[in-house]
């Protein structure tokens, strides 16, 4: 047990707190435990979560708990009813979800890599994130979803992309993307008691990442985002994996005298423009790290709306860092190349305050 002396970076009130240094991926696991204990109508569906039965004993088998682990050891000591182990057919069993859902229970869905989305796209924007609106509000879907996105593990271009834009840009689909333990712990536990489908994306660089978890039970708002850093001279803008990026940079940045106020934003649909606006109006700079390819991504966005909503509080153009307009290669040159990094980060900083 230790204790928590510094300010939480979601805000002050936090000096004092009790808890751990925790592996990401295991907060994770520990969170849809603590879910399943306190609400019966959680239940876990997905590709290799478990596997079948003992053929000696009839006890159930994990399976590894899946390719990541993220659920080991939950089938048995909840059982295969609730960890529902499906065939590879993403549309039926996000479908399968949707109609437990509609029905009062509270899926909890593993697809596997981010880049399945797309096989389960219908039954996400047809149904999932329709069926309250077409209802009139007679029904409740209250689904979450999860995946791994993200480059720099050597999975190569079908199971490497970020396009969680792609999943904002549904109305009625909630997406949040946590960046550490203490923020997967605390968005995992809202989604999952949110009464509207939520897509949770997990990079898969954060997974063996270790952090600061408070003891106590705790939900951080859907729509927030959170500073991690002061300062007065840019606003660096992470999501997810490119919120460490952008505390890299800043840490690089110091040691040149250039302060940077750093923010994650850790939910992409609805998103906290209050905060960008907030810390760009003191800044009077923003870069946006993104490891999303550019066209019509969540750096577009949010670059809309500090171009339409503070446009006379910047000294410079928004300017975006992001992945280019490419798939992800697997050669591990050209992956590194192709995420965002400190370094270009600081650059495009040092480039826009004339710092070069």
Same mark, same amino acid.
């Given at each position: 047990?230790?204790?928590?002396?510094?300010?939480?970076?979601?805000?002050?009130?936090?000096?004092?707190?009790?808890?751990?240094?925790?592996?990401?991926?295991?907060?994770?696991?520990?969170?849809?435990?603590?879910?399943?204990?306190?609400?019966?109508?959680?239940?876990?569906?997905?590709?290799?979560?478990?596997?079948?039965?003992?053929?000696?004993?009839?006890?159930?088998?994990?399976?590894?708990?899946?390719?990541?682990?993220?659920?080991?050891?939950?089938?048995?000591?909840?059982?295969?009813?609730?960890?529902?182990?499906?065939?590879?057919?993403?549309?039926?069993?996000?479908?399968?979800?949707?109609?437990?859902?509609?029905?009062?229970?509270?899926?909890?869905?593993?697809?596997?890599?981010?880049?399945?989305?797309?096989?389960?796209?219908?039954?996400?924007?047809?149904?999932?994130?329709?069926?309250?609106?077409?209802?009139?509000?007679?029904?409740?879907?209250?689904?979450?979803?999860?995946?791994?996105?993200?480059?720099?593990?050597?999975?190569?271009?079908?199971?490497?992309?970020?396009?969680?834009?792609?999943?904002?840009?549904?109305?009625?689909?909630?997406?949040?993307?946590?960046?550490?333990?203490? !923020?997967?712990?605390?968005?995992? #536990? $809202?989604? *999952?008691? @949110?009464?509207?489908?939520?897509? +949770?994306?997990?990079?898969? &660089?954060?997974?063996?990442?270790?952090?600061?978890?408070?003891?106590?039970?705790?939900?951080?708002?859907?729509?927030?985002?959170?500073?991690?850093?002061?300062?007065?001279?840019?606003?660096?803008?992470?999501?997810?994996?490119?919120?460490?990026?952008?505390?890299?940079a800043a840490a690089q940045?110091?040691?040149?005298?250039?302060?940077?106020?750093?923010?994650?934003?850790?939910?992409?649909?609805?998103?906290?423009?209050?905060?960008?606006?907030?810390?760009?109006?003191?800044?009077?700079?923003?870069?946006?790290?993104?490891?999303?390819?550019?066209?019509? !991504?969540?750096?577009?966005?949010? #670059? $809309?709306? *500090?171009? @339409?909503?503070?446009?006379?509080? +910047?000294?410079?153009?928004? &300017?975006?860092?992001?992945?280019?307009h490419s798939p992800v290669?697997?050669?591990?040159?050209?992956?590194?190349?192709?995420?965002?990094?400190?370094?270009?980060?600081?650059?495009?900083?040092?480039?826009?305050?004339?710092?070069?």
């Open positions: 047990m230790t204790t928590h002396n510094k300010i939480n970076p979601l805000g002050p009130g936090y000096e004092g707190v009790t808890g751990k240094d925790l592996r990401f991926r295991d907060v994770f696991r520990d969170t849809l435990r603590a879910e399943m204990n306190r609400d019966q109508d959680v239940f876990l569906m997905g590709e290799d979560i478990s596997g079948g039965f003992d053929r000696d004993t009839k006890e159930p088998l994990d399976a590894w708990g899946g390719p990541f682990a993220a659920t080991k050891g939950l089938v048995q000591e909840f059982g295969p009813e609730r960890i529902r182990d499906a065939p590879i057919s993403e549309a039926g069993f996000v479908g399968a979800a949707v109609g437990a859902a509609l029905t009062g229970l509270r899926p909890v869905v593993d697809l596997m890599y981010f880049d399945f989305v797309t096989v389960a796209y219908d039954q996400l924007l047809s149904n999932a994130a329709k069926s309250r609106y077409m209802f009139g509000g007679q029904t409740r879907v209250p689904m979450t979803l999860f995946a791994r996105s993200g480059a720099g593990t050597g999975h190569a271009a079908q199971h490497s992309e970020s396009f969680y834009s792609m999943l904002a840009h549904i109305p009625g689909l909630k997406v949040v993307v946590p960046s550490d333990p203490y !923020s997967v712990k605390g968005l995992l #536990a $809202a989604a *999952i008691r @949110d009464d509207d489908p939520v897509f +949770l994306v997990n990079d898969k &660089k954060l997974i063996n990442l270790t952090g600061f978890v408070p003891d106590e039970d705790y939900v951080i708002e859907l729509g927030k985002g959170r500073y991690m850093q002061r300062g007065d001279d840019v606003t660096l803008v992470g999501m997810s994996y490119t919120s460490i990026v952008c505390e890299q940045l110091a040691d040149a005298g250039i302060k940077a106020d750093v923010i994650d934003m850790m939910s992409l649909s609805p998103f906290d423009e209050d905060i960008l606006l907030e810390s760009v109006q003191k800044t009077n700079n923003v870069v946006i790290v993104d490891e999303d390819t550019p066209r019509a !991504s969540m750096a577009s966005e949010f #670059a $809309a709306v *500090i171009a @339409d909503k503070a446009f006379d509080y +910047l000294d410079a153009p928004v &300017k975006r860092v992001t992945g280019p290669p697997y050669n591990k040159g050209l992956e590194n190349a192709f995420m965002p990094q400190p370094e270009d980060v600081v650059g495009t900083v040092r480039n826009m305050l004339g710092r070069d």
